[in-house]
């Protein structure tokens, strides 16, 4: 398998010293590691197992992919020869016209060995049978409609095979979209790949939106997936499994009619299993056709965290960061900046102290950062889970509604110029900031009304570091 470097990493001190991944630390190597690491990087193929520790070339490989600092290169190829067979399982309810297009789209594609369409308690029991029939599929069929997690753990267990491709019934595939899954199976740890969805087109200022904005497109860089990282979870939309690994974990939690994917995915980790997200692979996926329809999705998708957070707990808080920051943007928020910046200058200076083998000017650049980053992740958090307690405190104080509106804008920035990434930012309709907002009170509302529901505030309140 060959790799490549993650883009925020800084390759300092001839290698010796490397800086990024996700969270961003900080990893040294012997000279025959960075000798060893440079070859990495020029496209060497190296071998991925389970074997050895951190002082050889394997346990090494292994503590750089787990650290986020390299990935797995699968876009230079097929996977190698003899290839697992696949099954994709599809789980629908009432959708016979989305479940043809998708079949339609895996048999163009081609590549895959066996296709299951679990029927959730549709209205019409016949409607996917037929369909199914006429592509060649099989079809199981549920009396009694229990979600998507119930629908896909049935057709996981009834798959002739252990490499197992879930796909959602309003998704289609390309050709290409298989074959970057599959390569990651070269990794004995690989237990679930997620592939890079995009929202497909559509009228309406929703679908535009979507295309720039959609929650199910996690990013065009590859990622391992773990919580507290810049990929926490992949969409169930597209999902490759190791189904020996999903049976080893109990599989979906059938009880999650929301989150069952972010769910699983953490049990896999906490398992010792690792999950990627594989951008090379892309789908795309239909956007919701109407504005009550995405700000209900989104509602729904936030009643998720309180379940999440006994399941995991303190996995899904607002904002995360250090007691330093919070400090900072505290001093900064009353009006006292002058203060805030000498706080912040000394945090770099105890840093910079530190026998880190980073050069002065980056452990110092690293510390503004870290403060910086914090100050942006505290504005999503205020005008996405903490709107209901900004808005009432901007209502009773103006020095709270100046840190509101701040907030606002910093968010607004924030969003406007992640809208660029799938597009050039010129073509990104105007729509996407008040679409964008609105998102995220929907989002808000629905942490805030799960947790109501389930009496467990953890979703709600900060995680501070020391």
Same mark, same amino acid.
């Given at each position: 398998?060959?790799?490549? %470097?993650?883009?925020?990493?800084?390759?300092?001190?001839?290698d010796?010293?490397?800086?990024?991944?996700?969270?961003?630390?900080?990893?040294?190597?012997?000279?025959?590691?960075?000798?060893?690491?440079?070859?990495?990087?020029?496209?060497?193929?190296?071998?991925?197992?389970?074997? &050895? $520790?951190?002082?050889?070339?394997?346990?090494?490989?292994?503590?750089?992919?787990d650290?986020?600092?390299?990935?797995?290169?699968?876009?230079? &190829? #097929?996977?190698? %020869?003899?290839?697992?067979?696949?099954? %994709?399982?599809?789980?629908?309810?009432?959708?016979?016209?989305?479940?043809?297009?998708?079949?339609?789209?895996? *048999? $163009?594609?081609?590549?895959?060995?066996?296709?299951?369409?679990?029927?959730?308690?549709?209205?019409?029991?016949?409607?996917?049978?037929?369909?199914a029939?006429?592509? &060649?599929?099989?079809?199981?069929r549920?009396? /009694?409609?229990?979600?998507?997690?119930?629908?896909?753990?049935?057709?996981?267990?009834?798959?002739?095979?252990?490499?197992? %491709?879930?796909?959602?019934?309003?998704?289609?595939?390309?050709?290409?979209?298989?074959?970057?899954?599959?390569?990651?199976l070269?990794?004995?740890?690989?237990?679930a790949?997620?592939?890079?969805?995009?929202?497909?087109?559509?009228?309406?200022a929703?679908?535009?939106?979507?295309?720039?904005?959609?929650?199910?497109?996690?990013?065009?860089?590859?990622?391992?997936?773990?919580?507290?990282? *810049?990929?926490?979870?992949?969409?169930?939309?597209?999902?490759?499994?190791?189904?020996?690994?999903?049976?080893?974990?109990?599989?979906?939690?059938? $009880? !999650?009619?929301?989150?069952? $994917?972010?769910?699983?995915?953490?049990?896999?980790? /906490?398992?010792?299993?690792?999950?990627?997200?594989?951008?090379?692979?892309?789908?795309?996926?239909?956007?919701?056709?109407?504005?009550?329809?995405?700000?209900?999705?989104?509602?729904?998708?936030?009643?998720?965290?309180?379940?999440?957070?006994?399941?995991?707990p303190?996995?899904?808080?607002?904002?995360? #960061?250090?007691?330093?920051?919070?400090?900072?943007?505290?001093?900064?928020?009353?009006?006292?900046?002058?203060?805030? /910046?000498?706080?912040?200058?000394?945090?770099?200076?105890?840093?910079?102290?530190?026998?880190?083998?980073?050069?002065?000017?980056?452990?110092?650049? !690293?510390?503004?950062?870290?403060?910086?980053?914090?100050?942006?992740?505290?504005?999503?958090?205020?005008?996405?889970?903490?709107?209901?307690?900004? !808005?009432? @405190?901007?209502?009773?104080?103006?020095r709270?509604?100046?840190?509101?509106?701040? @907030?606002?804008?910093?968010?607004?920035?924030? *969003?406007?110029?992640?809208?660029?990434?799938?597009?050039?930012?010129?073509?990104?309709?105007?729509?996407?900031?008040?679409?964008?907002l609105?998102?995220?009170?929907?989002?808000?509302?629905?942490?805030?009304?799960?947790?109501?529901?389930?009496?467990?505030?953890?979703?709600?309140?900060?995680?501070?570091?020391?």
């Amino acid at each position: 398998m060959r790799f490549r %470097v993650d883009p925020s990493l800084r390759r300092l001190d001839g290698d010796r010293v490397l800086l990024g991944g996700s969270p961003l630390r900080v990893l040294r190597l012997t000279d025959a590691g960075a000798r060893w690491f440079g070859g990495v990087v020029s496209g060497a193929d190296q071998p991925v197992s389970d074997d &050895g $520790d951190g002082a050889t070339a394997p346990g090494l490989l292994r503590r750089l992919l787990d650290s986020g600092v390299v990935h797995p290169d699968v876009s230079v &190829g #097929a996977p190698s %020869v003899g290839s697992p067979p696949c099954s %994709v399982v599809v789980p629908v309810r009432d959708r016979p016209e989305d479940l043809e297009a998708l079949l339609v789209s895996l *048999r $163009d594609a081609g590549g895959v060995d066996e296709i299951l369409v679990v029927d959730d308690g549709s209205r019409d029991a016949g409607a996917h049978r037929r369909v199914a029939e006429r592509a &060649g599929a099989r079809c199981l069929r549920r009396e /009694a409609p229990g979600g998507p997690a119930v629908a896909r753990d049935a057709g996981i267990r009834a798959a002739a095979h252990d490499t197992v %491709v879930v796909v959602d019934s309003d998704v289609r595939v390309a050709d290409g979209w298989l074959a970057p899954l599959l390569a990651h199976l070269e990794d004995p740890r690989v237990a679930a790949v997620g592939a890079r969805v995009l929202s497909g087109p559509g009228p309406g200022a929703v679908a535009a939106y979507e295309l720039t904005g959609s929650p199910l497109d996690l990013g065009p860089d590859p990622a391992r997936v773990a919580p507290g990282t *810049r990929v926490a979870y992949v969409p169930s939309a597209t999902l490759l499994i190791r189904r020996s690994a999903y049976l080893e974990v109990g599989g979906f939690d059938g $009880d !999650l009619r929301f989150g069952e $994917d972010v769910d699983l995915e953490w049990r896999l980790i /906490a398992a010792g299993w690792s999950v990627r997200h594989e951008p090379s692979s892309v789908v795309t996926h239909r956007p919701r056709p109407h504005l009550r329809a995405f700000l209900r999705q989104r509602h729904e998708y936030g009643t998720s965290a309180a379940a999440l957070d006994e399941r995991h707990p303190g996995s899904v808080p607002p904002w995360r #960061a250090s007691r330093w920051s919070l400090l900072i943007w505290v001093l900064v928020a009353i009006g006292l900046p002058g203060v805030a /910046a000498l706080v912040a200058a000394g945090t770099a200076v105890v840093f910079v102290r530190r026998p880190t083998g980073l050069p002065p000017a980056t452990a110092a650049g !690293l510390v503004v950062r870290g403060h910086l980053g914090a100050g942006r992740s505290l504005a999503r958090a205020l005008v996405r889970t903490w709107w209901p307690v900004a !808005l009432a @405190a901007s209502l009773v104080s103006r020095r709270a509604r100046r840190a509101v509106v701040a @907030a606002v804008v910093v968010a607004v920035a924030d *969003r406007w110029r992640a809208a660029g990434t799938p597009a050039p930012l010129g073509t990104v309709p105007f729509s996407t900031v008040p679409l964008g907002l609105l998102d995220d009170v929907a989002y808000g509302t629905g942490v805030w009304t799960g947790c109501w529901r389930r009496r467990r505030w953890g979703p709600l309140l900060p995680v501070l570091d020391p």
